[in-house]
């Protein structure tokens, strides 16, 4: 990584994992887990377009007005609904976006090293 010998630790991309919260989710994986190792193999990083996810679905009214007056679709209340209406665009000509480039400039992928216990701190009961 290019920023990891910055001397100003903002303008560095190094995580630090001390700083996360909690996961979502903890999966033990291993030996005595019930769970082994050997079915995470070939895994994949997948991007994922969301065309009209809530995030870029909810900018859709913003970002694009004249679509989404053209395409407007309200909710069960009768309030325009920014990502049905992204929805309603996509669905009027899914053959446009058959296909989708974009230019990445990176990815970083990160894993929290496992922690083993200290056994000298460990009491013996």
Not at 32 to 45: E, I, P, Q, V, Y
Not at 83 to 92: D, G, W
Not at 104 to 115: A, D, M, N
Request: with cysteine; aromatic share 12%.
């Amino acid at each position: 990584i290019d920023t990891a010998g910055m001397e100003d630790a903002s303008e560095r991309v190094v995580p630090d994992p001390h700083s996360w919260g909690l996961p979502y989710a903890y999966f033990a994986v291993g030996d005595k887990t019930g769970c082994s190792a050997d079915h995470f193999k070939n895994m994949r990083l997948v991007f994922n377009l969301a065309f009209c996810g809530n995030v870029s679905g909810n900018r859709f009214t913003r970002e694009c007005p004249a679509l989404a007056e053209k395409f407007n679709v309200t909710n069960d209340n009768g309030v325009h609904d920014p990502v049905l209406t992204c929805n309603a665009y996509i669905e009027s000509d899914p053959k446009a976006l058959e296909e989708a480039y974009w230019k990445i400039k990176g990815v970083y992928v990160y894993e929290r090293e496992l922690e083993k216990p200290n056994h000298e701190d460990v009491e013996e009961s």
